[in-house]
């Protein structure tokens, strides 16, 4: 038997329907908020997230699927949708016509990380991106629509963090404190932070091993070394936020894992999530739209982790499964035609109907047609089709009456449209 890639999974009807219903809530919230779905390939040049990501970052360093293709170009399976994005607001010259885009996008990503619960190697992602803002007031709106779609999701126990990444004009002098603070500790970081000091030392401050993190217990912060703009630009985010009521908590240890942030910067963590505790992440990427050849373009966005949001959202798929209305138990060749073109014209009207295919008992029919959840059970034999009517079983009150046939669809139509 072949089994699925390591990392991967299928996500089976019982499940799906949470997953559906995530996908209704948040598209329905993004219009809501003025963002339009955009759908960008799921492979691209691999220099595209190289370049974004940063060539120092786990994700381009470690966890990228790529492959030459068959003429020997470079190709990765994308590890996140902002920089597909990007490559889309530049190559299509949006800024011309409207330098302000509001963007979402859900599908599959692809890291290869260490598989465990809550982290897959193919793992989905909700995305919403905005170009061509600086102003705080779009991370602060971004917050809110984030924390909005797990309050409309009724996720509990969950909580935004933001941080500020600083400028280019400010990130070196808070760099030079940081290595100069890790450089009396260096013997006891980790091998990975040994190296990050000088590549990327900032993601020495979430190094998850406890050594490190008891070194970086003190680090200086970011917040203390913001410059001027960068301190006005959080104090306006923190501003919008209050000002519409969304919680949120400052976390000064709060660094993201790709190169490409500046200022805020955002997380929104659960406790029922266990050691992956990130439900979503985001941030500002002013400098990005330019890096990648593109116009001088402020930028923000976030990802949210479709798969851990589907554990953690407050509905269940049980109560999301829509179950047949009706089971049409149908006896014989002929009450078996009938029973289909029912099904058929139920199904038409917006109605599940389903029947048995296989010219089973009733017994049989029966025992589906309660598996199934069938709220009504219509039972039609030859001497039913003769007289023009058959008995409906109501499957909740075990009441039987009889019906007249040629108003099978009608009466099905009335009555399963006043139980939805
Ligand atoms: P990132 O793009 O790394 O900022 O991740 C954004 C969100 O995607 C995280 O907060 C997680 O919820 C989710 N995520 C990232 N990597 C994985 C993974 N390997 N498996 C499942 N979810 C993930």
New binding site residues.
């Given amino acids: 038997m072949i089994q699925l890639i390591r990392g991967f999974k299928d996500i089976l009807p019982g499940e799906i329907e949470v997953w559906q219903y995530i996908e209704q809530v948040a598209t329905a919230l993004f219009a809501d908020y003025g963002f339009s779905e955009i759908r960008v390939p799921i492979m691209e040049r691999t220099e595209l997230f190289a370049r974004s990501i940063g060539e120092n970052t786990d994700i381009v360093e470690k966890e990228m699927y790529t492959f030459a293709d068959r003429k020997g170009d470079l190709i990765t399976l994308r590890p996140?949708a902002t920089a597909a994005i990007v490559r889309s607001y530049i190559q299509h010259k949006m800024q011309t016509s409207d330098p302000v885009r509001k963007f979402y996008t859900i599908g599959p990503m692809f890291?290869r990380?260490r598989p465990q619960k809550?982290?897959?190697?193919q793992?989905y992602?909700i995305d919403a991106e905005g170009f061509g803002i600086a102003s705080p007031l779009i991370d602060a709106q971004m917050i809110t629509m984030l924390v909005d779609l797990l309050a409309r999701l009724e996720v509990a126990d969950t909580q935004a963090h933001i941080n500020s990444l600083g400028c280019p004009a400010c990130r070196p002098g808070y760099t030079a404190a940081l290595v100069a603070f890790l450089d009396d500790r260096t013997d006891v970081l980790c091998e990975d932070c040994r190296r990050r000091k000088t590549s990327n030392p900032l993601r020495v401050i979430d190094c998850k091993v406890p050594g490190c993190r008891e070194a970086v217990a003190d680090a200086p912060a970011f917040l203390d070394h913001l410059c001027a703009d960068c301190a006005d630009h959080f104090q306006a985010v923190r501003d919008g936020l209050d000002s519409t009521g969304t919680a949120y908590v400052i976390d000064r240890r709060l660094v993201?894992?790709?190169d490409y942030y500046t200022r805020t910067t955002y997380?929104i963590q659960t406790g029922r999530l266990g050691a992956q505790s990130?439900?979503?992440?985001g941030g500002r990427y002013d400098g990005l739209v330019k890096a990648l050849g593109g116009p001088d373009m402020p930028a923000t966005g976030f990802?949210?982790?479709f798969?851990?949001l589907a554990e953690i959202v407050g509905v269940s798929a049980d109560a999301l499964q829509r179950r047949p209305a009706v089971f049409i138990a149908a006896l014989g060749a002929t009450a078996q035609k009938r029973a289909f073109e029912w099904t058929t014209a139920l199904a038409r009207r917006g109605i599940i109907a389903e029947m048995d295919m296989a010219d089973r008992s009733l017994k049989s029919q029966m025992k589906r047609a309660d598996r199934l959840g069938a709220r009504w059970v219509v039972m039609v034999g030859d001497d039913d089709l003769a007289a023009g009517e058959a008995p409906v079983r109501d499957m909740t009150t075990k009441e039987q009456i009889p019906m007249p046939l040629a108003e099978l669809v009608e009466q099905m139509v009335g009555r399963a449209g006043a139980g939805k």
Avoid: K, T
Wanted: charged share 40%; glycine share 18%; net charge positive.
């Fill in positions: 996140e890291r990380e809550g982290r897959y190697r793992f992602q993201r894992g790709l997380e990130a439900v979503a992440g990802a949210v982790g798969d851990r």
